[in-house]
């Protein structure tokens, strides 16, 4: 079954940093382009970035908004995606969810999502 | 504001047909980038309902279906059941963006 689990979010002052993660199953993740998308409470969903795969040369992208704070990575020998978020705002506030990616930048499978809240 | 525009709401009793509508422009869905489409209910993660603009997922039902013309694109579902209610969101790519861009979302209400 192909399985995608978050972790990591939690509480955090204005300012601070955390790094959640994303735990695949079921799939091979190492040829896998997987993408970071988030929701604020009661709002839409919002791109966060992606990740390509090490073999089409692992390049990154990110929406304008967490462009120079945000950075994703990836382990392929543990099938596992990471988002580490730097200078954390308020409006950063939300469940992330990662996803995986096709090539026309469908997102078919989504884990259940982790929440952050950034409050002082 | 999104960069693909969707109508905040629309409604339809059981068995009825409706269609949400994502308007983009001409670095997105009008450079001829594929649209896709979310299901949400709340309290849960999206789930894939349509890929490449009209494909469906194994398992999706064919009361959905997808279109695209110039610069918009259109998810039309027939037969409303009860069970569709739920926000509905549509995604492409942005050249300009270099980023993949969602719509604001759809919230179907079924009477």
């Known amino acids: 079954e192909v399985q995608l689990v978050e972790s990591g979010g939690g509480l955090v002052k204005p300012g601070g940093s955390l790094r959640l993660s994303c735990a695949a199953s079921?799939?091979?993740?190492?040829?896998?382009?997987m993408s970071w998308v988030r929701q604020a409470p009661g709002k839409g969903l919002e791109w966060v970035g992606h990740?390509?795969?090490?073999?089409?040369?692992?390049?990154?992208d990110y929406a304008a908004p967490v462009t120079g704070r945000f950075t994703i990575s990836r382990d392929d020998s543990k099938n596992t995606l990471y988002l580490q978020m730097d200078s954390l705002q308020t409006g950063d506030t939300g469940v992330y969810y990662c996803?995986?990616?096709?090539?026309?930048?469908?997102?078919?499978?989504w884990g259940l999502g982790t929440t952050v809240t950034v409050s002082s | 504001q999104s960069v693909l525009t969707q109508p905040p709401s629309v409604s339809g009793a059981p068995g009825q047909r409706v269609t949400i509508s994502c308007t983009g422009s001409?670095?997105?869905?009008?450079?001829?980038?594929?649209v896709h489409w979310y299901q949400q209910f709340p309290g849960t993660a999206p789930k894939f309902l349509m890929y490449?603009?009209?494909k469906r997922p194994s398992g999706v039902p064919d009361r959905f279906s997808g279109s695209k013309s110039g610069t918009s694109a259109s998810l039309a579902i027939t037969g409303l059941q009860a069970e569709d209610e739920a926000d509905y969101y549509c995604?492409?790519?942005?050249?300009?963006?270099?980023?993949?861009?969602f719509g604001g979302g759809t919230k179907l209400t079924v009477l």
């Open positions: 990740i390509k795969s090490k073999t089409d040369g692992g390049a990154t």
């Open positions: 001409s670095s997105n869905i009008g450079a001829g980038y594929d």
């Open positions: 995604q492409s790519y942005d050249s300009r963006l270099s980023a993949s861009v």
């Open positions: 490449g603009n009209s």
């Open positions: 079921g799939f091979t993740f190492s040829i896998a382009w």
């Open positions: 996803a995986t990616e096709g090539l026309d930048k469908a997102l078919s499978v």
